[in-house]
């Protein structure tokens, strides 16, 4: 398994490859196939729960899906989400949730969403042993915030900002950073601006790793696909001809079969 060393190591001699899981099964075939971090993402409020956006997940959701995620993959380093207002409020609550996560699930490392505003947060996660994993860019937990989805990192301005993030965060200790939905150029120059790993996500092709929501990247959703997934299938299509399959089988008699009676 990697440790927060090696993963810091790969930054200019590999590609990290990041994926979500949030159950034992998607876990299980994402160390199969040798992804070097799987991501317990708070997206799973999105692809999992059905929820329209990730505000809601909580720290025992999160606690939750990383244990069955732990269960799958026991030797791939596991990143949790700590999710909208566990970590916002306060210092202390910070410490507790993020001590939380990492006690009860399993997890390698805790992921913040946030830059400047949460470096007190990241630095008393990381001095009572936590390894942190930033995220900056876009952050889904501030949508009401930003009115929905932007790519960031068009002005100058922003881009200066970001870059600043990464510095500060990589300063208070983060052994990676996720840089979501920036311009491709800017997410290059933060790379550039830090020695450790960053991990982009619609953020161009320079970062120093990609990750993915692995529901899209499987192309689960038949209606939604951003532009910065590469769909490499169209499951959701496969698995509902299955099913309607299944059911025209069961109803017509034609399921079970001899072979799968006793
Ligand atoms: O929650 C999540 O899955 C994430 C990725 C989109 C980076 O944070």
Not at 233 to 241: E, F, N, W
Request: a positive charge.
């Amino acid at each position: 398994m990697l440790t927060i060393n090696s993963i810091t190591a790969l930054k200019n001699s590999k590609k990290i490859v990041m994926l979500t899981a949030y159950e034992y099964i998607t876990a299980f075939l994402l160390e199969k196939a040798g992804v070097d971090i799987i991501l317990v993402g708070d997206s799973l409020g999105m692809v999992f729960q059905g929820r329209k956006e990730t505000i809601p997940v909580t720290v025992d959701d999160m606690i939750y899906h990383t244990k069955a995620v732990k269960r799958g993959a026991a030797d791939t380093f596991i990143v949790t989400d700590m999710p909208f207002m566990s970590y916002q409020a306060s210092v202390s609550e910070a410490k507790k949730n993020a001590g939380r996560i990492i006690k009860e699930s399993g997890a390698n490392a805790v992921k913040i969403e946030g830059g400047l505003e949460i470096i007190p947060q990241v630095k008393a996660i990381i001095e009572i042993g936590i390894p942190v994993m930033g995220h900056i860019g876009l952050q889904p937990q501030s949508v009401k915030k930003y009115g929905g989805y932007p790519v960031l990192g068009k002005t100058d301005k922003e881009e200066k900002e970001l870059i600043q993030s990464a510095i500060a965060l990589e300063k208070a200790g983060v052994f990676a950073i996720t840089v979501e939905k920036v311009k491709a150029s800017a997410a290059a120059a933060i790379t550039k601006s830090v020695s450790i790993p960053v991990i982009g996500i619609g953020s161009g092709a320079k970062c120093d790793g990609q990750v993915l929501v692995t529901h899209d990247m499987l192309g689960f959703f038949p209606d939604f696909t951003p532009k910065f997934v590469k769909k490499y299938d169209t499951i959701g299509k496969r698995v509902l001809a299955d099913i309607t399959k299944f059911s025209g089988d069961v109803r017509s008699g034609r399921f079970p079969g001899k072979k799968h009676s006793f």
